[in-house]
């Protein structure tokens, strides 16, 4: 499966000019609000014409303004989980997770309702109206009622964005379940960037209507030329995996053969992750840093430095767990004289590894 | 009913059939026009928006004439539906037909509101999941306006059973063919002596007047509670 879409429209601000081709897997279109990423969603759903351009899942089109195709939303076969729900209210759960699966074609219903109601956690709720449920739970309802649709894309337009952080951190792992047990694949729109570390099998930043970077999350967020959502986004992503569970309330990931420390998160031993770790919270050392409380240091080559306009830069750094970023201060890069092939020495904060920036395993990328 | 006269008895219930097909048959159109003006641009909107207004804001003795114009006997439309073997005029179809675009534009305001309350991203996503426009309707907005749509259409009936003007102009007081309840009172009063009898016939309006708002604020309530989901 993969998706494969050239769009141009004209936009009140802004003019829209981008394609891409998609693997198979969530792509994430990644970029600040008005950079017109649910513009393009809405134009892969039908909701919005757009002047020129075509989309295709899997060979099959959707719409191409060069033959003047242009199949309306309903025959599409999507499944839309929008931001703020938008359940039936006067439709009781089982009656909003059935609704999509009534225009399913019969030989198309592949997911199974009883597993995908499992999957979600929401068993209980079936017989209540979406006005009784919190905004997690509807949002899990929406999941499933776009999956039941059995659909062939999915399409996700900012899933989490009208959600507090303890939401977020609720209905994050099932898209990453459905990530990797549903064989969908997945348009998914934010501009949060540990969202775009967990679930990302390819990113595709977008800026004023264009696509700015396209590849890897571990690529994309750690160019800070691109930085869709502002320098602060700026990360690294390592590939880790879970060593051992510590009393005093720590765990310890095996990073390419470092060592990490981080607040005790709920995975398995052996389990492997992805974990985020924001430049801004990285500080360099020219020197073995000694009596530092920090827990989590790693030694490495400066690979490179990017000043930006204002007085920081963005350091990577090459360690043995993979490239960290760093984002200091121009007047620090020149006091430690750091420059591309230094020794230098990363130190994060272990309280600064977020969980939310910590996601469950990923096959690709 | 027995202290009622048999000519009132006749009245009240020619009333409450004019009234009850005026509602029926109007409903339809009325929820289409109330739909169009709500979500649909197109040329010519305020025009039918106009239109549709016209009854209540014209003498009801105006319309009654240009009923009596366009579907008297030798109305345009009246000759064409007289081939048809459909007569409406000195009728009761023509006091409903009467009634009917008397209480239209009622019905179609309380509708159009409702409808403009339901938020059009819901049909959007009816429409993701599958649904043709045809069944986003009939599955999305039509419940959720139901309580719109019982208001407007019992709104229509307390109308269509009040009218007098257009009835009378255009149908006459004919005693039980177009003698609806109003004209009854009406032609009652005109003789020595029918006092009483506009009377009661007053009272029975009052009782079905105000049957019908608490019925409408009832059947809406439950409509809106079942609707809203809580």
Redo the contacts between chains.
């Keep these: 499966m993969s998706l494969s879409v050239r769009l141009q429209h004209e936009l009140p601000d802004m003019q829209l000019d981008l394609s891409f081709d998609a693997p198979p897997g969530v792509t994430v279109l990644f970029g600040r609000s008005g950079s017109g990423k649910t513009t393009v969603v809405n134009a892969v759903a039908g909701l919005l014409r757009p002047a020129a351009g075509r989309v295709a899942v899997d060979g099959w089109e959707l719409f191409d303004t060069e033959q003047g195709l242009w199949l309306p939303p309903h025959r599409r076969r999507l499944g839309y989980i929008f931001q703020e729900g938008r359940l039936f209210p006067h439709l009781t759960v089982r009656q909003n997770l059935s609704y999509g699966r009534w225009f399913a074609p019969k030989g198309a219903r592949r997911e199974n309702p009883d597993k995908v109601i499992e999957m979600l956690g929401i068993g209980h709720m079936l017989n209540r109206r979406p006005a009784g449920l919190s905004g997690g739970e509807k949002q899990r309802v929406a999941i499933g009622r776009a999956l039941l649709a059995s659909p062939r894309l999915i399409l996700a337009d900012e899933p989490l964005a009208a959600l507090d952080d303890a939401r977020k951190a609720e209905i994050l792992p099932y898209f990453e379940r459905l990530r990797d047990e549903v064989s969908v694949p997945i348009l998914y729109v934010t501009h949060a960037a540990a969202e775009v570390a967990r679930l990302a099998t390819s990113v595709v930043a977008l800026q004023d209507g264009k696509v700015v970077r396209h590849g890897p999350a571990s690529d994309v967020l750690a160019d800070p030329s691109v930085a869709p959502a502002g320098v602060r986004a700026v990360g690294a992503v390592l590939q880790v995996k879970v060593c051992e569970h510590h009393a005093d309330g720590l765990t310890e990931l095996d990073a390419g053969g470092a060592r990490l420390f981080l607040p005790r998160i709920p995975h398995q031993i052996g389990e492997d992750l992805r974990i985020r770790i924001p430049a801004q919270e990285v500080i360099l050392s020219n020197k073995r840093p000694e009596g530092l409380s920090a827990l989590n240091m790693l030694e490495g080559v400066v690979d490179s430095i990017r000043a930006g306009e204002g007085p920081g830069a963005i350091v990577s750094v090459k360690t043995p767990a993979g490239p960290i970023l760093a984002r200091v201060t121009r007047r620090s890069v020149a006091a430690l004289g750091l420059e591309p092939g230094c020794v230098c020495f990363a130190v994060i904060k272990t309280v600064a590894l977020a969980p939310q920036d910590v996601g469950g395993r990923l096959n690709a990328s | 009913m027995g202290w009622l006269g048999p000519a009132e008895l006749e009245a009240l219930r020619l009333s409450l059939r004019v009234s009850f097909w005026a509602t029926l048959v109007t409903l339809p159109f009325g929820i289409f026009v109330a739909y169009a003006l709500a979500r649909w641009r197109f040329p010519g909107r305020q025009l039918l928006n106009g239109l549709v207004h016209l009854p209540l804001i014209l003498p009801p003795v105006v319309t009654g004439y240009l009923l009596l114009l366009t579907f008297g006997i030798q109305g345009p439309l009246g000759k064409l539906l007289a081939e048809l073997g459909i007569v409406v005029a000195f009728r009761w179809t023509g006091a409903a037909l009467a009634a009917g675009i008397m209480a239209f534009p009622l019905m179609v305001r309380a509708i159009r509101l409702s409808i403009e309350a339901v938020?059009p991203?819901?049909e959007?996503?009816?429409?993701?999941?599958?649904?043709?426009?045809l069944?986003?309707f009939a599955?999305?907005t039509l419940?959720?306006i139901l309580p719109g749509v019982i208001a407007g259409a019992i709104l229509a009936f307390a109308k269509a059973m009040g009218e007098f003007g257009a009835t009378i102009t255009f149908v006459s007081n004919i005693p039980g063919q177009t003698q609806t309840l109003p004209s009854a009172v009406y032609a009652f009063l005109q003789v020595p002596g029918g006092e009483n009898a506009a009377t009661r016939l007053v009272v029975v309006s009052i009782i079905i007047a105000m049957g019908a708002l608490l019925l409408s604020e009832y059947v809406g309530r439950r409509a809106a509670e079942?609707?809203?989901?809580?």
Excluded: Y
């Excluded at chain 2, 959007?124 to 426009?133: F, K, M, N, V």
């Excluded at chain 2, 079942?226 to 809580?230: A, E």
């Design positions: 938020d991203k819901l959007q996503a009816g429409a993701t999941l599958g649904a043709s426009r069944f986003v599955t999305v419940p959720m079942r609707v809203s989901g809580s």
